[in-house]
């Protein structure tokens, strides 16, 4: 369930992938992430140079909830516009494939190697040499945003 109580989907997505996008942009998702996905998903541009991958119904809850704050500040409207326009939706082929658009893999940066991770209600596709230099930034947080956000197990 989403912060706001509403359901999102059956499951939390976790996990790191190494994949390979194919010539004809085709990216296999992890064979863990797509029961929780559907067989249709929403592809969109995410903030950290990555993409951002939702079932359809969560999608449909983010973008509720955004419009939530769209209506009152133009920078708001701003992102919402972004996020719309850049966002699509795709099949997931019998072999487990998306097709990744062009300008999505121009946006990301992505070239042949990727890697999908699982983020709670989403996966995000990272470049793998972008990934490697953001992991790497974040391990070297980790203790100290943990402490931040009072991190127990």
Avoid at 14 to 33: I, M
Avoid at 54 to 73: I, M, P, T
Wanted: proline fraction near 1%.
């Amino acid at each position: 369930m989403g912060r706001d109580g509403k359901e999102w989907d059956a499951g939390v997505l976790y996990g790191e992938f190494r994949h390979t996008v194919d010539d004809k942009g085709r990216l296999s998702l992890p064979a863990k992430f797509r029961s929780k996905l559907g067989e249709r998903v929403v592809v969109s541009k995410g903030v950290d140079k990555c993409l951002y991958v939702y079932s359809l119904k969560v999608f449909e809850a983010v973008v509720e909830r955004l419009e939530e704050h769209a209506s009152s500040q133009k920078e708001f409207r701003d992102f919402l516009r972004f996020f719309l326009a850049g966002s699509y939706d795709t099949e997931v082929d019998g072999h487990g494939r998306i097709l990744i658009q062009a300008g999505h893999r121009e946006y990301a940066g992505l070239q042949r190697d990727v890697v999908v991770i699982g983020i709670s209600h989403r996966a995000e596709i990272w470049d793998a040499e972008t990934y490697e230099a953001s992991e790497e930034t974040a391990r070297s947080n980790f203790a100290a945003v943990a402490e931040k956000v009072n991190f127990r197990l």
